[in-house]
Each structure stands twice: as structure tokens, then as C-alpha cells.
Nanobody, 122 residues
Framework: QVQLVESGGGLVQAGGSLRLSCAASGDTFRRYTVAWFRQAPGKEREFVATMANGDISKHADSVKGRFTISRDNAKNTVSLQMNNLKPEDTGVYYC????????????????WGQGTQVTVSS
């Protein structure tokens, strides 16, 4: 099992930057695919970015070129660097993990953090 704890959310003006971090504990972190999802008020949760254990990454089209996922297996952390933030990026951001890449791509990873709020003002 894996426990995930996010940090780094906050309030930022449009065009600004934030860096989210997720600390993992429990099982061998490096074999897991990790991901970030987000949920805006009144909307369904959506995929943001993922990185498999081979460091291959994928980003949603809506954040491509602005957000970058990274991981540090030695520190058991995964990060999301968010630049040029827009009001539509507002939401609760969740760190997630699964040892099956397919489950992450289906939006159904087994392990989730508690979420961190990101608010972008216009």
C-alpha cells in the first residue's frame, strides 16, 4: 500500500506559478505510476498528468506546455510545476498512484491523497 500527502496549494493570480508536491510512504514507490488529477467546483474529476516508473510522462492537452510532472524516487516524491496559471485551473488537486498504468489512464488509480486547493484569481 501507498500513502500520499499533497502540499503546495494556495491562491495565485492568473499568470503566476505554483509547485505542488506529493510525499509517498509505504510500498516501493519507484514501481508505481504516479499522477495528478483535479476537480473544479461542480465538475467531474479530470486527469492532469502522469509519470510511469520509467519516467515516461503524459500531460492533458489543457495543461501541456504549462504544467510539468516530475518524480524523485530517492525521496519518494512527485511534483507538479504549474506555470502561467489560468482561472480555469482552479480546483482541488489530487496526487494518485497505482502499480498498473492502465488504471491510471482509466482515471481509477487505487491510491489517492487528500487533495490540495489551488485557486487562480483573474
Amino acid at each position: 500500500q501507498v500513502q500520499l500527502v499533497e502540499s503546495g496549494g494556495g491562491l495565485v493570480q492568473a499568470g503566476g506559478s505554483l509547485r505542488l508536491s506529493c510525499a509517498a510512504s509505504g510500498d516501493t514507490f519507484r514501481r508505481y505510476t504516479v499522477a495528478w488529477f483535479r476537480q473544479a467546483p461542480g465538475k467531474e474529476r479530470e486527469f492532469v498528468a502522469t509519470m510511469a516508473n520509467g519516467d515516461i510522462s503524459k500531460h492533458a492537452d489543457s495543461v501541456k506546455g504549462r504544467f510539468t510532472i516530475s518524480r524523485d524516487n530517492a525521496k519518494n516524491t512527485v511534483s507538479l510545476q504549474m506555470n502561467n496559471l489560468k482561472p480555469e485551473d482552479t480546483g482541488v488537486y489530487y496526487c494518485a498512484a497505482d502499480d498498473r498504468l492502465l488504471m491510471v489512464l482509466k482515471g481509477r488509480p487505487t491510491y489517492w491523497g487528500q487533495g490540495t486547493q489551488v485557486t487562480v484569481s483573474s
